[in-house]
């Protein structure tokens, strides 16, 4: 954004609108999982995520990258939610303490956050950005995949988005 003539308040602005979209997604999808299941929106957010990565990498137009930006933190919002859940889920079922488990997930959070940036950094520099926004995409799609088959639906899941 800065390379298209962004100012700062501008770059500030979607990263701030992304942050206020993930924090107002967040309780609405909880309370969703928690009525109809884990995998419908953490499928739908990884795909909105991987929709904004991609908009990140094909796209050169200033407007564009702002909506990608806010995409990828709502999306966020969608998948994280349940993904924090399932966590908690998956550490209760092997009797786990919930700490534990949560500290785990943030160490493999941190380390794949730091990985990845440096890893996308490089590829940004040598190959430009739609290296990069692509591996992710497909990463992402990967992790959709396998979600759909392995996360184990509650009784009433039906698959479908609605609140």
Request: charged share 10%; no cysteine; aromatic share 6%.
């Amino acid at each position: 954004m800065d390379e298209l003539g962004a100012s700062p308040f501008l770059i500030a602005a979607a990263f701030g609108a992304g942050s206020v979209s993930e924090a107002i997604a967040g309780p609405l999808i909880g309370r969703y999982s928690d009525r109809v299941g884990r995998t419908a929106p953490f499928v739908v957010g990884l795909g909105v995520i991987t929709g904004g990565v991609l908009a990140l990498g094909i796209f050169n137009v200033l407007p564009v990258l702002a909506v990608a930006v806010v995409a990828v933190a709502f999306g966020a919002g969608l998948a994280f939610t349940p993904a924090s859940t399932l966590i908690t889920d998956a550490a209760t079922s092997a009797g786990m303490n919930q700490g534990y488990a949560s500290g785990a997930s943030n160490v493999a959070w941190g380390g794949g956050q730091m990985i990845g940036s440096a890893g996308a950094g490089l590829l940004a520099g040598a190959a430009g950005y739609l290296l990069p926004s692509l591996i992710v995409a497909l990463i992402l799609v990967g992790v959709a995949g396998v979600a759909r088959r392995t996360i184990q639906a509650l009784p009433e899941d039906t698959g479908e988005f609605t609140l």
